[in-house]
């Protein structure tokens, strides 16, 4: 069974596939609506039916007043839908609206990416997971060690969150990852960090720059616009010096191939190059947002030709990784 829903005032549209709740199935849409524990405790998925009907399908304790019954509000995490329905329900608008969480999170796997980055793939609880937006970054405490790592994952990916850490002796989270953390250790998750978020107002085509491990907040950004199904063209350069420094380039390749508006191009040459390759293959840069992620030299470089390539300071999200 499918569900068509419109949330207002937004004019944001998802499907309902199966028994899934109304908020698994707007979170695997990309949506940003607001919510809480995801388990009917917190009342902050709280929305109202304009039209349509709902089904229970889950067990909430949190008590709605008779007046909001009456109005015909409902949870989002314990209810799905049939057929056509509208809803009305605030959405996060900014990263700045997202309170910061702290979460005790699990380790799922940990795997080798590449010569020298790892996976390190977390679990959040059932009833507690991280709200964030894609692109963002959260602070992880494990082992005695910390770092503020951005998240290569998506939030419609529910409760599995993805980091690509670098080997580097100097940092002591990281030697941790390589030599000490397993499947099953525990990881404290504080956040979210950063306005490193993707711009859906104007819609405009997007250009996506990566420098080495600045692929991760990159690759969230990239899945959550794939789950929005914007249809604007996509185009990734993931820059890397060292042969194998394109770690997920099977990734990437795949995605061309499934995604018509997706393109993938491998670069290794220095920054000015790449930003004249860009700009020779877009004559009208101006209509792009661009999206600037990898170490500071990296980063530095390929800003500052794109402002001397006239690129509009405004339209350049970039984050240092
Ligand atoms: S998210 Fe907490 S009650 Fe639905």
Not at 157 to 173: A, C, G, K, S
Not at 218 to 226: D, N, Q, S
Not at 265 to 293: C, K, N, Q, W
Request: hydrophobic share 40%.
């Amino acid at each position: 069974m499918t569900a068509h829903v419109i949330l207002h005032p937004s004019g944001h549209e998802f499907v309902v596939e199966g028994a899934d709740t109304l908020l698994e199935a707007a979170l695997h849409s990309g949506l940003a609506v607001n919510y809480g524990c995801s388990n009917g405790n917190c009342g902050l998925c709280k929305a109202r039916v304009v039209s349509g009907e709902v089904t229970k399908v889950r067990h909430h304790d949190y008590r709605l007043s008779e007046a909001e019954k009456s109005q015909g509000y409902i949870l989002l995490c314990s209810h799905t839908a049939q057929g056509e329905l509208v809803l009305e329900t605030l959405e996060t608008g900014s990263a700045g609206d997202i309170p910061q969480q702290e979460i005790d999170a699990r380790i799922k796997v940990i795997e080798p990416l590449g010569e020298g980055v790892r996976l390190l793939h977390l679990q959040t609880p059932r009833n507690n997971r991280l709200r964030y937006f894609s692109g963002q970054s959260a602070t992880l405490i494990a082992d005695g060690a910390a770092a503020r790592l951005p998240i290569a994952s998506c939030p419609c990916d529910e409760r599995n969150l993805h980091f690509h850490v670098r080997r580097d002796e100097q940092d002591e989270f990281a030697c941790a990852v390589f030599d000490r953390l397993a499947s099953g250790d525990s990881v404290r998750l504080v956040g979210p960090f950063g306005d490193f978020v993707l711009r859906t107002e104007p819609p405009r085509p997007m250009l996506f720059i990566a420098g080495e491990t600045g692929f991760a907040p990159v690759k969230g950004l990239i899945e959550h616009a794939m789950s929005l199904d914007r249809t604007d063209p996509l185009r990734l350069y993931w820059h890397s010096e060292r042969p194998d420094g394109r770690y997920l380039d099977n990734l990437c390749r795949a995605w061309a191939d499934a995604f018509t508006n997706f393109s993938y191009i491998p670069e290794s040459g220095g920054t000015e190059a790449l930003v004249a390759r860009i700009a020779g293959e877009h004559a009208d840069l101006a209509a792009f947002d661009m999206y600037l992620a990898g170490p500071p030299v990296f980063v530095d470089g390929v800003a500052t030709a794109l402002a001397e390539a006239g690129f509009p300071a405004a339209q350049l999200s970039v984050t240092k990784t």
